[in-house]
């Protein structure tokens, strides 16, 4: 059975939520930075505003911003996430994505549909990439039959819910499921877009790390159906 068709949670019920939001966005509009903000908003291609914070000042003001508060369930994370994805600044997403690789293993596998709703909700690498490494791919290891869900997820039209599928596995190390990694680049491997290509690369490379070999063999069989940048991304460490 799969998750995917699942929406997001209600969010509307978290205490703790209501604590953190409330500090959250007194600690940082108090520490934002208007002439950094143009910046940082525009190196990220527009996607969203900017309080123009940088990262070890957001890190330090979130630590405080939760120092005290309790542990999280799923309902609380569910419902700080969706908050948090809710303001239309960006250091409120990457806040988001911070407390969900922490308390990922609060959450249960009927998590999946609000992660997919982060991956599609104003999506760009600077969220996507956590969340399908760190999250999504949490989530898939702690319960292997959401494996089925990754299976529709490479597949579907919209490319950082493909994208999410193909690096899922990328922390997994001796953990990853080879066969599945290879079928998703091959699945994959003639999408015109450059986050696609590239995250077939960096996915064969990652695994790389842990079985050149493997990878190098897969290569030497496939590399006429990849695209030239995902063959350089995957061989950068091991080379030809």
């Given at each position: 059975?799969?998750?995917?068709?699942a929406?997001?949670?209600?969010?509307?019920?978290?205490?703790?939520?209501?604590?953190?939001l409330?500090?959250?966005?007194?600690?940082?509009?108090?520490?934002?930075d208007p002439?950094?903000?143009?910046?940082?908003?525009?190196y990220?291609?527009?996607?969203?505003?900017?309080?123009?914070?940088?990262?070890?000042?957001?890190?330090?003001?979130?630590?405080?911003?939760?120092?005290?508060t309790?542990?999280p369930?799923?309902?609380?994370c569910?419902?700080?996430?969706?908050?948090?994805?809710?303001?239309?600044?960006r250091?409120?997403?990457?806040?988001?994505?911070?407390?969900?690789?922490?308390?990922?293993?609060?959450c249960?596998?009927?998590?999946?549909?609000?992660?997919?709703?982060?991956?599609?909700?104003?999506?760009?690498?600077?969220?996507?990439?956590?969340?399908?490494?760190?999250?999504?791919?949490?989530?898939?290891?702690?319960?292997?039959?959401?494996?089925?869900?990754?299976?529709?997820?490479?597949?579907?039209?919209?490319?950082?819910?493909?994208?999410?599928?193909?690096?899922?596995?990328?922390?997994y190390?001796?953990?990853?499921?080879?066969?599945?990694?290879?079928?998703?680049?091959?699945?994959?491997?003639?999408?015109?877009?450059?986050f696609?290509?590239?995250?077939?690369?960096?996915?064969?490379?990652?695994?790389?790390?842990?079985?050149?070999?493997?990878?190098?063999?897969?290569?030497?069989?496939?590399?006429?159906?990849?695209?030239?940048?995902?063959?350089?991304?995957?061989?950068?460490?091991?080379g030809?």
């Amino acid at each position: 059975m799969t998750v995917t068709a699942a929406g997001p949670a209600d969010e509307s019920r978290s205490v703790l939520a209501d604590t953190v939001l409330e500090r959250l966005t007194a600690a940082y509009s108090g520490a934002a930075d208007p002439a950094r903000a143009g910046g940082m908003r525009a190196y990220m291609k527009d996607v969203a505003p900017f309080l123009g914070i940088p990262t070890p000042a957001r890190r330090a003001l979130s630590r405080e911003v939760l120092a005290g508060t309790a542990r999280p369930d799923q309902a609380d994370c569910t419902a700080l996430a969706l908050r948090c994805w809710a303001l239309p600044e960006r250091e409120y997403h990457y806040f988001a994505v911070d407390y969900l690789r922490r308390h990922v293993g609060r959450c249960s596998s009927g998590f999946l549909p609000v992660a997919r709703h982060l991956v599609t909700t104003v999506p760009w690498w600077d969220t996507v990439d956590l969340l399908a490494a760190h999250v999504v791919g949490a989530l898939v290891a702690a319960d292997p039959a959401l494996t089925a869900d990754m299976d529709r997820w490479i597949a579907d039209d919209d490319l950082w819910v493909a994208r999410t599928a193909l690096l899922h596995q990328l922390s997994y190390k001796e953990r990853t499921d080879k066969e599945r990694l290879f079928a998703y680049c091959l699945l994959q491997s003639g999408h015109p877009d450059f986050f696609i290509r590239k995250a077939i690369g960096w996915c064969l490379r990652e695994y790389a790390k842990t079985e050149p070999e493997a990878v190098r063999s897969f290569l030497a069989r496939e590399r006429g159906r990849l695209a030239p940048l995902s063959v350089r991304e995957a061989l950068k460490n091991i080379g030809a």
